[in-house]
């Protein structure tokens, strides 16, 4: 097989993964129909380039991610309110937006699902997936948040965060819904 070959069948596992568990969810879909689905002539195809199922989520979350993580990126040294209170509103926008704007476009909205499937599944452990994909943006942009909240102890902040980003899932997912239906309000409502 070519090079090019395994790379489109390994792009396509990982397009045929994502779409499949966003549309079915994780405990419906089997490796034979990630396969079968991605067009790929050996069975054993998600094995070869990824190992397992799981490292083939895995991956499949990760590159979009990273995608997500290098916009919060751009606007985090956008971010340059002194105020306290204006600056926390800042950074949370500079969190979330990213993932929200990707949910105007189909492939954002599938990941978007996809990302619900995924850290609602306790085989996969989604802090620990985030730090490895590279979020140091998102780790500064947490830094910044605490600092801008001194009167919340960390023992109940951090708890919060973490809850916040799993709420911030699910109303992109909602937003996806949303554009789909033609009733989105615009992304800075959202």
């Known amino acids: 097989m070519e090079v090019s070959s395994r790379q489109d069948t390994k792009t396509e596992l990982l397009r045929s993964a994502e779409r499949l568990i966003a549309e079915k969810g994780l405990g419906s879909v089997s490796v034979k129909m990630i396969t ?6 050996n069975p054993s195809a998600v094995h070869y380039h990824f190992g ?16 997500i993580e290098a916009e919060r990126a751009v606007r985090l040294q956008r971010v340059t309110e002194a105020d306290p209170q204006s600056r926390l ?6 969190a979330i937006g990213p993932f929200l704007e990707a949910c105007l476009e189909d492939n954002g909205r599938v990941y978007a699902r996809f990302c619900l499937q995924f850290v609602s599944d306790p085989r996969f452990d989604y802090p620990k997936l985030i730090m490895n994909a590279g979020a140091l943006t998102l780790v500064r942009l ?3 948040i605490i600092a801008c909240l001194p009167h919340i102890p960390l023992a109940t902040l951090e708890p919060r965060m ?7 899932m699910v109303q992109a997912v909602s937003f996806a819904r949303a554009v789909e239906a033609g009733v989105a309000p615009p992304i800075e409502a959202a």
Do not use: C, M, N, P
């Open 89 to 94: 509103v800042a950074l949370v926008e500079a």
């Open 162 to 168: 973490r809850q916040s980003f799993l709420i911030a």
């Open 142 to 144: 947490s830094e910044e």
């Open 52 to 67: 397992s199922i799981e490292s083939l989520i895995e991956e499949v979350f990760a590159k979009r991610y990273r995608e």
């Open 36 to 41: 079968t689905d991605a067009g790929a002539r």
